[in-house]
T-cell receptor
Framework: GAVVSQHPSRVICKSGTSVKIECRSL??????MFWYRQFPKQSLMLMAT?????????EQGVEKDKFLINHASLTLSTLTVTSAHPEDSSFYIC???????????FGPGTRLLVL | QKEVEQDPGPLSVPEGAIVSLNCTYS??????FMWYRQYSRKGPELLMY????GNKEDGRFTAQVDKSSKYISLFIRDSQPSDSATYLC????????????FGQGTRLTINP
């Protein structure tokens, strides 16, 4: 399987601050990456599809101005939670998909706690 | 009705038992099927990936797909305490933006 890293693994911040989460594909170049969030005891919810060199595609109900996605290279996508509030506290997970397969490989996740 | 239905459990079985995890789906256009294992506070790990009806075996794990019944299963033989995790089924349409549709996940505990 593919190796995907995320940084940081855990972050605690004050309400109103912005937090940037990095997702790196270590095994191959990924033109497409995905960002999910997961609340306790729930399944993964797709937030957006990150496309290298173009604007991300956001799912319905996800605020694009609040969750900024930048896919500047074929191995790196970033998710910035702007003006974070306690309700943004969640587990954020990215995934990558090899072009030759239809499956996705997930990163280890980033736990965000907004105080 | 959800596109993918999965019993959230929890499911608790003794060590060594055979575990059966299942998902049903409503959209016959789903063509690719996956099972992920997720340990607490970790990202999902791909266990099995298949696109055809029938069985696929990998070690102690067997994935079964029945497209005519829109039903997929994951069997775990000789279950171990280290298999305790949440198991998520996921599937994808043959066309489109490669979006995965997940089941709710089943929490499994293997008791020593």
């Amino acid at each position: 399987g593919a190796v995907v890293s995320q940084h940081p693994s855990r972050v605690i911040c004050k309400s109103g601050t912005s937090v940037k989460i990095e997702c790196r594909s270590l095994d191959f170049q990924a033109t497409t990456m995905f960002w999910y969030r997961q609340f306790p005891k729930q399944s993964l919810m797709l937030m957006a599809t990150s496309n290298e060199g173009s604007k991300a595609t956001y799912e319905q109900g996800v605020e694009k101005d609040k969750f900024l996605i930048n896919h500047a290279s074929l191995t790196l996508s970033t998710l910035t939670v702007t003006s974070a509030h306690p309700e943004d506290s969640s587990f954020y997970i990215c995934s990558v998909t090899p072009g030759s397969q239809e499956t996705q490989y997930f990163g280890p996740g980033t736990r965000l706690l907004v105080l | 009705q959800k596109e993918v239905e999965q019993d959230p459990g929890p499911l608790s079985v003794p060590e060594g038992a055979i575990v059966s995890l299942n998902c049903t789906y409503s959209n016959s256009a789903f063509q690719y099927f996956m099972w992920y294992r997720q340990y607490s506070r970790k990202g999902p790990e791909l266990l099995m990936y298949t696109y055809s009806s029938g069985n696929k075996e990998d070690g102690r794990f067997t994935a079964q797909v029945d497209k005519s019944s829109k039903y997929i299963s994951l069997f775990i033989r000789d279950s171990q305490p280290s298999d305790s995790a949440t198991y998520l089924c996921a599937m994808i349409l043959i066309q489109g933006a490669q979006k995965l549709v997940f089941g709710q996940g089943t929490r499994l505990t293997i008791n020593p």
